[in-house]
């Protein structure tokens, strides 16, 4: 299975959706929320760990997304970024936000991890190589430590 690229659509559940928030330093602190969701990719049915900045999820998801009934499906393009535990594409997960923001992409990873409660912390744990939420939280870390994300060519 390779890793989604540029030109798969994904698709999730409306209600699927959990917000997280994602902290990093660009000068100074900063903080915003995303919704962490878990979307499957059309291509092969596997599941795509996919991140959208919440304003952006709640105010613009037509722009991005085409929405039928509780169903919305994306078409990755250059204006979405990813992350990724190794050059295999190995747990690539998938950002939809103000490309401006410049958190490492193990922002993405911990708060993920982190989270308390839900199916989508679980499933998002699963999907990055983990039986349940918190194991190895810090070894799992240390792959995904000093990378941006990385843009779609």
């Not at 030109?7 to 000068?27: A, C, M, N, P, Y």
């Not at 900063?30 to 596997?46: G, L």
């Not at 799992?140 to 843009?151: N, R, V």
């Amino acid at each position: 299975m390779a890793p989604v690229q540029k030109g798969d659509i994904i698709s999730f559940t409306l209600d699927s959706k959990r917000e997280v928030t994602v902290t990093w330093s660009q000068i100074t602190n900063k903080s915003e929320p995303y919704y962490a969701i878990v979307a499957k990719n059309t291509r092969d049915n596997v599941d795509v760990n996919f991140f959208v900045q919440k304003n952006w999820f709640d105010n613009e998801l037509n722009k991005f997304a085409t929405v039928d009934g509780n169903t919305a499906r994306v078409t990755i393009t250059e204006k979405f970024q990813y992350g990724q535990k190794n050059a295999q594409g190995d747990f690539r997960f998938i950002v939809y936000h103000d490309t401006s923001r410049k958190p490492y992409r193990h922002r993405f990873i911990e708060t993920t991890l982190l989270a308390k409660g839900g199916d989508i912390a679980v499933k998002l744990a699963k999907a990055f190589g983990y039986d349940q939420v918190g194991t190895s939280v810090s070894d799992f870390l240390k792959t995904f430590l000093g990378d941006y994300l990385h843009k779609f060519q």
